[in-house]
C-alpha cells in the first residue's frame, strides 16, 4: 500500500469534466464510493456520458433529476437502468458482449475517465480487476484517465486482471464489501428444466452458462458427470458443488485446459474467495472469452441461454418485452454460435414454458418490437418443463409441431389454432 499516493473522493471526482465519456465498472465490480463522490458535485456538470454493461448497486446518474447532466449508455441493461431507457432518459447499446472491448480499442466508443474497483496491490505492483474483466480491461487500457477505488474486499484474480499501478494515474481508498447475488431457490419446473438439461450433457463436455435459476437447476443435476470443463462469460456458486465434487476438471480442454476461464463473476463471498488467487481460474478479456472462433476449439461445448420468449418458428427475444429493453444481446449469441460449431457442441435455449403471470413463453409471433437476439436458423435446442425440443435440420412447420409439444398444456391449443392459421390447416 506503501507505493501508492491516495486521493480524496472529492479530488478524484473532479477530474471529470463537463462533455467527458466516463465508463464505470462492470457487475459486483461497480465503484459505488467513486459513483457517489462524482455525484456530489453534478450539477456542476452537463452531457457526461456515462457507459457500462449491467452494473450492480444503485445507478443515481439514471434518476430523473440528473437528465441533461448525464447522458446513460448501456450496454446490457440491468434493473438499476431499466426504467431510464424506458422513459427515454438514458440509452441501449445492442452490441455481442464479444466486441463491446473491440468498439472500445477501436475508440468507437471513447472514454476519457475510467472508474474501476480493484485488489490492493502485491509486492510487484500490481492489483486485480478482480471479479470483473469483461470490458474493463479495454477501458482501462483506452481510457485517457483511470481512477481506481481500492478495495481489500476485491479478490485477487489472475488471467488478464492483474494490471500494474502505472496504469492508474489516480487512487482512492474505501473498503466497501461486494455486492452478493445469493443461489435462488429452485422452483420444481426449474429443476425440471434442469433435469432435461442434464440429459444433453456429455461427459467431457465444456460449459457456458449465465446466473439465475435454469443455469443453477442445471448443474445441481450434474453431479453424476465426469470430466467437465468450463469456459464461461461468467458463473456463480452453482459451480462450486461440481467443483469440489470433482466433477468439473476441464481435463479435456482445448483452450487452457485444467483452468475454469470466465469473463466475470457474480454471487456471494463464497465465490468470490474461490477466485482469489486461485491459479485455475483464468478472468480474461471478453473479447478473448466470447470470441466463436476461441469456442468452437473446446469439445462438446454446452452453451445453456434463456430468452424472454421463442415465437414458433424459433426467433428468441432476449433482450426486450416489446419495445421496452430489459437486458442486452450479452453473449448469448457468441456461445450459440461457438457451441454449434464445437465437435459434439449443443446450443440450449432454456425457459420456464410460461412467465409469473401465466402467459405462454412460446408464442405464435414475437411481440411488435421484440428483439431477435438469436435468430431461428441458429437455434438448436430449446428446453423447458415439459420437455426437449430439437429443431436443428427442421422446417417452419415441424418446428411449430415440436415447440408446442413442450409448451405449457394450457396455452397448446392456442398455439395449435395459430399453427393451423398460419400454414392454412397444412400442418
Known sequence: MSSINFISPEQAAGYIQSGDSVYIHSVAAAPQFLINAFMQRAHELRNVRILHLHTEGEAPYANPEYEGIFKVCSFFVGPNVRQAIKEGRADYMPLFLSEVPLVIRQRLVPIDVALISVSLPDKHGYVSLGCSVDSTL??????????AQVNRFMPRALGDAPIHVS????FVESDIPLPEAPMPKLSQSEMKIGEHIATLVDNGATLQMGIGSIPNAALANLTNHKGLGVHTEMFSDGLLPLIERGVITNEYK??????IVSSFVMGTRKVYDFIHNNPRV????AAFVNDTAIIRQNPKVTAINSAIEIDLTGQVCAD???TSIYSGVGGQMDFIRGASYSPGGKPIIAVNSTTAKGESKIVPTLKTGAGVVTTRANVHYVV???GIANLYGKTLK??????????HPNHREALERAAYDRWKGRI
Not at 479495454?138 to 481512477?147: D, E, F, G, L, R
Not at 483464468?282 to 478479456?285: E, I, K, N, T, Y
Open 320 to 322: 426486450s418485452i416489446g
Open 254 to 259: 482445448k483452450i487452457h485446459p485444467n483452468h
Open 138 to 147: 479495454a477501458a482501462v487500457q483506452m481510457s485517457k484517465k483511470v481512477i
Open 398 to 407: 415441424e418446428r411449430a409441431v415440436e415447440l408446442i409439444r413442450i409448451a
Open 384 to 386: 423447458t418443463e415439459y
Open 282 to 285: 483464468l478472468m480474461l478479456d
Open 167 to 170: 496504469s492508474i494515474d489516480h
